[in-house]
């Protein structure tokens, strides 16, 4: 079993950088691959970028150049570090851990049966 917890959402203005935190309990998060994922009101839920067991990134086509993500196992934590951020990234970002190791981009949220409870991240424009 593995416990998420996100952290760093918050209020921002276009054009300006946040970093969440997804910290993990009950595993060690290095053997898992973890994504991030983003729900807008009134939209589904969509992927973001992940990171796969062997070290691998894929990102959405809409957060490349922008988004990255990096993690210290001696926290058991991973990050997002998001720059030069636009309005249309406002949404609740969520943390997500997975075992499977079939390979892939990782990108469905039905592959991860672990989930934190989300941070908002709103952008000003």
């Known amino acids: 079993q593995v416990q998420l917890v996100e952290s760093g959402g918050g209020l921002v203005q276009a054009g300006g950088s946040l970093r969440l935190s997804c910290a993990a309990s009950?595993?060690?998060?290095?053997?898992?691959?973890m994504g991030w994922f983003r729900q807008a009101p009134g939209k589904e839920r969509e992927f973001v970028a992940a990171?796969?067991?062997?070290?691998?990134?894929t990102y959405a086509d809409s957060v490349k150049g922008r988004f990255t993500i990096s993690g210290d196992n001696t926290k058991n934590t991973k990050y997002l570090q998001m720059n030069s951020l636009k309005p249309e990234d406002t949404a609740v970002y969520y943390c997500a851990a997975t075992a499977d190791r079939r390979g892939g981009s990782y990108s469905q949220t039905g592959l991860y049966p672990y989930w934190g409870q989300g941070t908002q991240v709103t952008v000003s424009s």
């Open positions: 009950g595993r060690t998060f290095s053997s898992y691959t």
């Open positions: 990171v796969s067991w062997s070290g691998s990134s």
